[in-house]
């Protein structure tokens, strides 16, 4: 595999900007000195809908050929990419059929419809859903968007890290988390080939450590079964263009409890006043350990912050 180059995601970035907002680092004092290092706090939970999964989306419908665009697409998302997609088909004016668990998170699936996508419920897991989606693309001749492993998609993420690197030229290390890969694959190395001495870390829940699994193998693996609060973050097997991409320009790769993603949901919001859903402090936790070893500045990918309200208080209210 050929990997994406500095010139895609320049590209990408071109397409991308005038849709999406220019997130910020925040930074936070507390979390410093919690940390012992300077980490400031890219806000993706600012994002449109909620969470970084608007860009890829953008930038890969951007290139659709006009028959594709009128023909429409279709995915298949636990939430987040379900919502980039959906407000990016209506940024562009396409049709979107969005494939979703029916376990899916309420607010998640509302928000959906809400940016005008027909939502079609099926199964439990991403993996079902999937194929319900793969057979719709047969059955309607829609496009189908990857949540993950499609190159198109990983250079509109990758705006991402060129947004970080050029926020703050003092950076050390970015921290990202890890579903099925295409945040990482794109960060990573998009930032690789502007600041080759960036050090990027990716972050995976113990229960759903599928790229980590895969990179300690030497090949591309798949688990028997994921379990984790975040759910963004449950891919069973990471993407063949996404292990490619984090084999190549990822520095290391680690992985935390639920119980510390947990808590970090919490410290964001008591401390920071960061509303984080779980798969988006999945960063934050990686940082908070005692144990953390990362040189002095820091950002961390607080990728979403789209956390049903259902679900806050057992977050945000310490029993």
Not at 160 to 189: F, K, N, Q, T, Y
Not at 194 to 219: L, Q
Request: charged share 25%; aromatic share 6%; proline share 5%.
């Amino acid at each position: 595999m050929t990997p994406l180059g500095q010139q895609d995601f320049e590209s990408a970035y071109a397409r991308v900007a005038p849709h999406i907002h220019h997130t910020p680092l925040l930074t936070t004092r507390m979390l410093s000195e919690r940390s012992g290092f300077e980490v400031r706090l890219k806000a993706e939970m600012f994002q449109r809908g909620g969470s970084y999964k608007i860009r890829g989306p953008l930038n890969k419908l951007a290139l659709l050929s006009d028959d594709e665009k009128r023909r429409g697409v279709v995915c298949s998302s636990a939430g987040n990419h379900a919502q980039g997609v959906a407000l990016a088909a209506r940024i562009h004016g396409i049709k979107a059929v969005v494939v979703m668990a029916e376990n899916a998170t309420p607010s998640k699936i509302a928000a959906t419809r809400g940016y005008g996508a027909e939502v079609v419920l099926y199964g439990t897991i991403w993996d079902e859903a999937n194929e319900k989606a793969k057979e719709l693309v047969r059955e309607r001749g829609l496009t189908y968007v990857h949540p993950f492993d499609d190159l198109q998609l990983i250079a509109g993420q990758g705006t991402l890290g060129l947004e970080i690197v050029r926020d703050w030229p003092d950076v050390e290390v970015v921290v990202v988390p890890i579903g099925g890969g295409g945040l990482i694959s794109g960060v990573a190395a998009a930032i690789k080939q502007t600041r080759p001495d960036v050090r990027v870390i990716g972050v995976e829940p113990t229960g759903a450590a599928s790229m980590k699994n895969s990179i300690d193998a030497g090949e591309v693996r798949t688990l028997d079964h994921v379990a984790t609060i975040a759910d963004g973050l449950m891919a069973v097997r990471p993407g063949n263009l996404n292990f490619a991409h984090v084999r190549e320009f990822v520095d290391r790769l680690v992985t935390v409890e639920d119980d510390e993603i947990a808590a970090a949901v919490r410290w964001l919001f008591e401390r920071a006043k960061v509303v984080a859903e779980p798969s988006g402090a999945a960063t934050v936790a990686a940082a908070l350990r005692a144990d953390a070893r990362y040189d002095p500045t820091i950002v961390a990918i607080v990728s979403g912050g789209n956390l049903d309200p259902a679900d806050a208080p057992k977050y945000l209210i310490q029993s």
